[in-house]
Nanobody, 120 residues
Framework: QVRLAESGGGLVQAGGSLRLSCTAS????????MGWFRQAPGKEREGVSC???????NYADSVRGRFTISRDNVKNTLYLQMTSLKPEDTAMYYC??????????????WGQGTQVTVSS
């Protein structure tokens, strides 16, 4: 069964850091573009970062320079290192598989999400 499981969310003060993980089962992430999305209360889901099969990355303007996406194909896990966190980063964070990074278009599977809350 194809599945994505996020972890690593939590409550952090502004300026702090968190690292999110997304572990895949039922398929190998090495053959796919993978991405992170987030959805804040009352807002639409938005693309945060994407990494394609060759390692090229893409970031939303709001997180560029603060967030870093990476993948460990041996562990079959996607990561999002988040630094200099701001209250406006508060959201549910989701990982997804099989993206078109340039359009934030998802063809594959979504995880269940992990909550990130940044206090001011």
């Amino acid at each position: 069964q194809v599945r994505l499981a996020e972890s690593g969310g939590g409550l952090v003060q502004a300026g702090g850091s968190l690292r999110l993980s997304c572990t895949a089962s039922g398929f190998f992430i090495s053959g796919y573009s993978m991405g992170w999305f987030r959805q804040a209360p009352g807002k639409e889901r938005e693309g945060v970062s994407c990494i394609n099969w060759s390692g090229s990355t893409n970031y939303a303007d709001s997180v560029r320079g603060r967030f870093t996406i990476s993948r460990d194909n041996v562990k079959n896990t996607l990561y999002l290192q988040m630094t200099s966190l701001k209250p406006e980063d508060t959201a549910m964070y989701y990982c997804a598989s099989d993206l078109t990074c340039s359009r934030w278009s998802v063809r594959g599977t979504w995880g269940q999400g992990t909550q990130v809350t940044v206090s001011s």
